[in-house]
């Protein structure tokens, strides 16, 4: 299976946080912004380059399956001007489009599994394919970032600030946050965007505590000049992307280039979810339990990004249910879960 991707442009919050820097910017003159960029971030969940002692400091040990932990689809609009970004949660049921085994050379024909397998299965390519197939988005690039440039990214920036207005305890991570204000540093980022089990809100409200942190990601990005300043970013785009053993999407100089062209997008112009789900499929023999998406309700949230519009109304300010529950929500924007 071969895709095209190749674009001149990147997204710039994909920077951090690992995965996650992402947002920025300044609008792009007309003639070099024809039309929106949809891109998708994946968080994978290989930690084979993150030593043992690291491991065991920040409870990032097991087994790792191959999968991508994060799948986050990123809209960049024409005027470069709004982000939207939509999360996908890792058990959600796809359709793993026909393809052809990487290994074996043998083809494999479409099959349902759930939605993090895309990327064990085919890489990156077929991670694209099965989003595409789920959601009608063209996704014209990709990036991959695995727990260890995630870390050194984070460094590489000094840190991130997060706040929480309660406490967050995972038996898992052994996050243990207060009510307060922290900046955490690669390791302790990690914990934060991997913890799961705080609250029964489950991996929901680990999808919200990542939109919180790409929101801080950005706000830090900003208030250092960082995203303008090519020497500097120049360091945490070589981090972010890694020796080159890994196959990405993006060229540092797309990186680069976006970075500084979404300089000044803010917070408010930042709008984040989840794919609307409507509850649990059955049990699939060999793949378990799966959400189900509210197909009607996913289908027009695609469609106003198909069509370059917004997904929180204008003039209104949603603002973000903590612990999220599992009916649908609306979209927020970046300031709504930002630390005041």
Same mark, same amino acid.
Request: proline share 6%; aromatic share 4%; with cysteine.
């Given at each position: 299976m071969t895709i095209k991707r190749s674009l001149r442009v990147a997204v710039p919050a994909l920077?951090?946080?690992?995965?996650?820097?992402?947002?920025?910017?300044?609008?792009?003159?007309?003639?070099?912004?024809?039309r929106a960029m949809n891109?998708?971030?994946?968080?994978?969940?290989?930690?084979?380059?993150?030593?043992?002692?690291?491991?065991? @400091?920040?409870? /990032?040990?097991?087994?790792?399956? !191959?999968?991508?932990?994060? $799948?986050?689809? +990123?809209?960049?609009?024409?005027?470069?001007?709004?982000v939207s970004v939509v999360s996908l949660p890792r058990d959600s049921l796809a359709q793993i489009p026909a393809h052809r085994?990487?290994?074996?050379?043998?083809?494999?024909?479409?099959?349902?599994? @759930?939605?993090? /397998?895309?990327?064990?299965?085919? !890489?990156?390519?077929?991670? $694209?394919?099965? +989003?595409?197939s789920m959601t009608g988005m063209e996704i014209d690039s990709y990036?991959?970032?695995?727990?260890?440039?995630?870390?050194?990214?984070?460094?590489?920036?000094?840190?991130?600030?997060?706040?929480?207005?309660?406490?967050?305890?995972d038996p898992a991570t052994k996050l243990s946050l207060a009510p307060g204000t922290y900046r955490l540093n690669g390791g302790q980022s990690l914990q934060y965007v991997r913890s799961r089990k705080v609250d029964t809100s489950a991996d929901l409200g680990r999808i919200q505590r990542q939109h919180r942190f790409l929101v801080a990601a950005l706000r830090g990005l900003q208030a250092d000049g960082r995203l303008t300043d090519p020497d500097a970013m120049g360091r945490v785009v070589r981090t972010l992307l890694g020796s080159?053993?890994?196959?990405?999407?993006?060229?540092?100089?797309?990186?680069?280039?976006?970075?500084?062209?979404?300089?000044?997008?803010?917070?408010?112009a930042t709008e984040f979810t989840t794919v609307p789900v409507a509850g649990f499929n059955p049990d699939l023999p060999g793949i378990g339990s799966t959400l189900k998406w509210d197909r009607d309700k996913a289908a027009r949230m695609f469609d106003d990004l198909r069509r370059d519009q917004p997904l929180v109304a204008p003039g209104t300010d949603p603002r973000p249910q903590d612990p999220p529950g599992?009916?649908?929500?609306?979209?927020?924007?970046?300031?709504?879960l930002a630390c005041a």
């Open positions: 920077a951090l946080a690992a995965t996650a820097g992402l947002i920025g910017g300044a609008a792009l003159p007309e003639r070099q912004a024809p891109f998708l971030l994946m968080g994978t969940d290989g930690r084979d380059t993150i030593t043992a002692a690291e491991k065991n @400091k920040f409870h /990032a040990g097991g087994i790792a399956c !191959g999968c991508t932990d994060v $799948l986050m689809l +990123v809209h960049v609009s024409a005027r470069r001007d709004r085994d990487p290994v074996t050379g043998k083809n494999v024909p479409l099959h349902p599994a @759930k939605i993090n /397998a895309a990327y064990e299965e085919g !890489g990156p390519e077929l991670a $694209l394919a099965t +989003v595409e990036l991959q970032v695995d727990f260890r440039r995630f870390m050194d990214t984070v460094e590489q920036v000094g840190g991130v600030e997060v706040c929480t207005a309660r406490r967050l305890d080159g053993r890994v196959e990405q999407g993006f060229a540092a100089l797309d990186l680069l280039e976006l970075a500084a062209e979404l300089n000044r997008v803010p917070a408010s599992f009916a649908p929500a609306p979209a927020v924007r970046g300031s709504a």
